[in-house]
Structure formats: C-alpha cells, structure tokens
C-alpha cells in the first residue's frame, strides 16, 4: 500500500474516532440533529448549550450574526439574537422559568433575556475589570447557575479573579467566596458550576483538576478528583455529568452520591459545556471542534 492510502486510512479512523463514542458506550452520536438558517451551514466554536423547561434547546457559539440559537426539541430552528452584544461569548444556562442566561467573557459581563430574546438584566460593567471583592463587576466570568428559588451564582475565575458570587434573584449582591489558591475554598480557574436537587453547588475548579462541592453559604462539604481537567459540569437528577476538554477530551458520568464512574466515553473536541435534556440526550458544545454534538440513548 502507498503512503497515500495509508494516510487516507488514518485520516479516516480518526475522523470516526472523532464522532463516535468509545466502543461498549450506552449512547451513539445524532448526526446533524439541527436545521440551520438560511445563511448558517455550520456551527461556530460552541461554548455554552442547555435546555429550556420547555424542551428548546439554546446554543451560544461564536457567530457574530447569530450567537444565541434557539431550537425545539426535534432540532427546528426558531429564532437568534444577540448580533454585536458580545466580546467572547461563553456559557450559557436556563432557569426554571425559562430564561435564557449567557456570560460574556471578554467584556466581563452576565446577560439574562426571556425565552424570546428580549433582554431583561445585566450584571457587570462592560469592558471593566473588577477584583475579587467586587459587588458589580467581574474579571473573566466564566459560569453560571440559578438555584430554586432564583439566588444566582456565578464562577467569576478565568482571568484575574478566582471564585464563585452569589446574588439575589434581583440581581443584588449577596456575598462571594474563594481566592487564589489549592486548599479546599480556594480556586485556580473555577470554570463551570452546576447544582443538585438539594441546593449543593459542583464547581469545576479547571485548574486545580478537581470538582468542589458548597452548599450555598460557601461552606466546603467534599471535593473529587477523578475527573482530569473539569471544563463544564452538569447535574442531571442522580447523575454528574462532566467534560474534560484538556487532557483526555472526553465525557464522564458519575453517580451524584459517591463521584463513581459510571461511563467514559472519550473522542470529544475540547468539549466546553454539557446538558441534558428530558429524553436522555447528551449536548456537548466543542470549541475547537466547533460543534454541538448529541449523544443519544442506543435502544
């Protein structure tokens, strides 16, 4: 065989390895499972995805046009919003009454619009840099989540400030905990933060390669370690659900209870964010491999 086919064959494996789960997974990859607009053919760098309550699915990528994205849940395009708003788009996550909340990296800025697109609040003062005693500003705001009664709390820590905010339903600052460090509290890079059932906040502390777990006074209850460089952190009922876009660029699921593996399927593209929906259906936003990729539940 010539050096070309063997090239060609490589090529091949890998572009397969890319966009198929590991071999023995429980799921398998939904090929173009949504319908761009006219003008879009493909995805931009993704870096946030999740699920309304509806059952809409919201992708932020770095398209200038149309970086918010909204779907139904059988992949029809709906609408787009956000042309020009933002530096470097980043996460993205919904609340419970179906409000879309997206960060702004670059311009250190947290952006909360209805379901539709109509902006309702932003917290942060475009293109200034806070400190980590801030009250209304950050320095590179990664993550957010929204708790069950509509407390806010943001992972503030991929630039200069390193730690998680707290703030009121209304936007009012409450508190905030962390600081620069390795010991239990303290962050290198909090970059992704997602909450249970029973209020217990997940932070994917990226460069201390650890999960912390809080409650939501910012007391310390335990932290993981298993899960190589945590870039997004997801809580889907009983399982975790974590993607290392670093080292192994790979997807865990874990028990919620004790941390346990229960599935690694790797082949991911420095995977960002990841969520589930209703059915079962993993997203997971790449950013270099500029995708949203589903993983279905084989049957």
């Keep these: 065989m010539t050096n070309r086919g063997i090239f060609l064959i490589t090529a091949l494996q890998l572009v397969v390895a890319a966009r198929a789960p590991a071999a023995g997974s429980n799921y398998q990859v939904a090929e173009h499972w949504a319908q761009f607009p006219a003008g879009v053919t493909a995805w931009s760098a993704a870096t946030g995805v999740d699920i309304g309550p509806e059952g809409n699915i919201y992708v932020f990528h770095r398209n200038e046009e149309m970086p918010i994205m909204a779907f139904d849940r059988n992949g029809k395009f709906l609408r787009a919003w956000g042309k020009g708003m933002f530096k470097t788009t980043h996460f993205l996550r919904t609340d419970r009454e179906g409000n879309v909340w997206v960060t702004d990296r670059g311009d250190h800025q947290v952006f909360k619009f209805s379901a539709e697109g109509k902006l309702l609040m932003t917290l942060g003062k475009k293109g200034v840099i806070g400190t980590n005693e801030s009250e209304d500003a950050f320095f590179g705001v990664a993550d957010l ?155």
């Excluded at 943001?154 to 703030?167: F, H, L, M, P, S």
């Excluded at 991911?268 to 259906?281: E, H, I, S």
């Design 145 to 299: 989540v929204i708790a069950q009664n509509g407390d806010l709390f943001i992972a503030d820590g991929e630039a200069g400030n390193q730690r998680i905010v707290k703030y009121s339903k209304d936007g009012r600052f409450v508190m905030w905990w962390g600081g620069r460090g390795p010991q239990p509290g303290h962050f290198n890079e909090p970059h992704s933060i997602a909450i249970d059932a029973a209020g217990l906040l997940y932070v994917g502390d990226r460069g201390n390669k650890r999960i912390q777990i809080f409650d939501q006074s910012g007391k310390f209850i335990r932290e993981w370690t298993q899960f190589g460089t945590p870039w997004g952190v997801f809580v889907k009922g009983d399982r975790l659900y974590v993607v290392d876009g670093t080292e192994a660029n790979c997807l865990y699921i874990a028990s919620l209870k004790d941390g346990a593996i229960l599935e690694k399927m790797e082949g991911l593209n420095n995977a960002t964010a990841v969520t589930v929906d209703a059915q079962g259906a993993i997203y997971i936003g790449e950013v270099n491999g500029a995708n949203v990729k589903k993983l279905v539940p084989k049957r």
